[in-house]
């Protein structure tokens, strides 16, 4: 259980919202008690974790403007294949659907990054080239994408 509350109370840091982190903590106490229990396990935990993660992601994702919901849809592709997670190979996929220059594709990114979807780690290369790593499952976020589109 102690997995799952470091996990609790890291998405209510990520939030800036220690009520998030109430509501996941009453999420899973309300499922052991339907089910008869009193003691908290691991599975309430993660199952509270699963159900309001979707919602949070829908909300940061639907913040954004089409365009970078189509590069953020992207990412997830790139990252569902195992495909290079650099933002410069990143970029040259997204060429090949959308038309876009170097500069503002970089906006884009760190408009995404800032709402909270990716992180956007330094890479080994030259000027800004970085790790995109996606905070969410890509199979989630190309499903949110599709739904908001």
Do not use: N, W
């Amino acid at each position: 259980m102690k997995v799952v509350f470091e996990r609790i109370v890291g998405i209510a840091t990520d939030e800036q919202d220690i009520r998030v982190g109430i509501d996941l903590v009453r999420a899973a106490v309300m499922r052991a008690e339907t089910d008869g229990r009193r003691q908290v396990t691991h599975d309430d935990g993660e199952a509270a974790v699963r159900a309001a993660i979707a919602p949070v992601l829908q909300a940061r994702a639907s913040g954004l403007p089409e365009g970078e919901r189509t590069i953020l849809y992207r990412i997830a592709e790139q990252a569902r294949v195992g495909g290079d997670m650099t933002s410069g190979a990143i970029f040259e996929a997204i060429c090949g659907y959308q038309a876009i220059g170097r500069s503002t594709y970089h906006e884009h990114l760190k408009q995404i990054a800032k709402v909270g979807i990716v992180d956007l780690m330094p890479g080994s290369g030259r000027g800004r080239e970085r790790e995109v790593l996606l905070r969410y499952d890509p199979e989630k976020v190309a499903s949110v994408c599709r739904h908001l589109d």
